[in-house]
């Protein structure tokens, strides 16, 4: 009898772990498809995922924005000083231009408003002056006349002008263009000097006179004139020395 009590007792104990054990599974697979459903339900949801994140300090970043502020401040006031340097000598370049424009002078003349350009007859040019020089410096006024005339009634400065006068002669002679020119006269006196010469050979005389201003010892305003006669092309210079 005791037996029998035990073995049912046993099998009770039994049936109860077989009922605990199957409500315990039924409830784990609740819970797994739940948590399928949520996924279904939810496909495009990305799954939290945590990043290291960099930290770079504020005051570096700072330090570096100035930095490049200060370049490029630099770099535009580099850029303005090379316009306005451009500027300069744009301005420069357009004055030579002028000076050539104006008979060929290297002169910038500056107008006189209080009287008239002064002029010289082809009579009066002749007295001093050789053809076809004269009819050339006839058809001048202004500050080149003005020249002409101070340069007749000078006085000589004898040492000076005989230096200047050869320091020209040897200055056309040793020219790479002196086979192409002719020297007629070359006069100066205390303060004017006047050359006159014949081109064999058009624009030939242009490279010497142009370079006759960056000699050490010709230092003058220089007025340029050209013409073309029987005698083929001419050019006759007149300059106001400066000592």
């Known amino acids: 009898m005791k037996t029998t009590s035990m073995l049912v007792l046993v099998v009770l104990v039994f049936a109860m772990g077989l009922v605990v054990g199957i409500q315990l599974g039924s409830s784990s697979d609740r819970n797994i498809d739940e948590t399928v459903e949520l996924q279904q339900q939810s496909p495009g949801l990305p799954k939290p995922v945590m990043e290291p994140v960099l930290s770079i300090p504020l005051i570096q ?11 490029l401040t630099q770099l535009q006031n580099r850029i303005t000083e090379l316009e306005q340097q451009l500027s300069t000598r744009d301005k420069k370049l357009e004055e030579v231009g002028q000076r050539f424009r104006q008979h060929g002078s290297m002169e910038i003349e ?11 007859s082809k009579e009066q040019a002749q007295s001093f002056l050789p053809e076809p020089f004269a009819s050339l410096m006839a ?16 006085e000589v400065d004898t040492q000076w002008a005989y230096e200047v006068e050869q320091n020209v002669r040897d200055y056309f002679a040793s020219h790479e263009n002196a086979a192409y020119l002719k020297l007629s006269s070359v006069s100066c006196k205390t303060s004017i000097c006047e050359i006159q010469g014949f081109e064999l050979e058009p624009e030939k005389a242009n490279a010497i006179i142009n370079t006759l201003a960056m000699q050490s010892w010709w230092r003058g305003n220089t ?17 106001k020395m400066r000592r």
């Open 61 to 71: 970043v700072t330090a570096q924005a100035t930095a490049g502020r200060n370049e």
């Open 110 to 120: 500056t107008a006189d408003t209080e009287r008239a350009p002064t002029t010289i």
């Open 139 to 154: 058809e001048q006024i202004g500050r080149a006349v003005d020249y002409l005339k101070q340069h007749q009634a000078e």
């Open 223 to 239: 007025h340029v004139y050209k013409g073309d006669s029987e005698e083929g092309h001419y050019f006759y210079l007149l300059a």
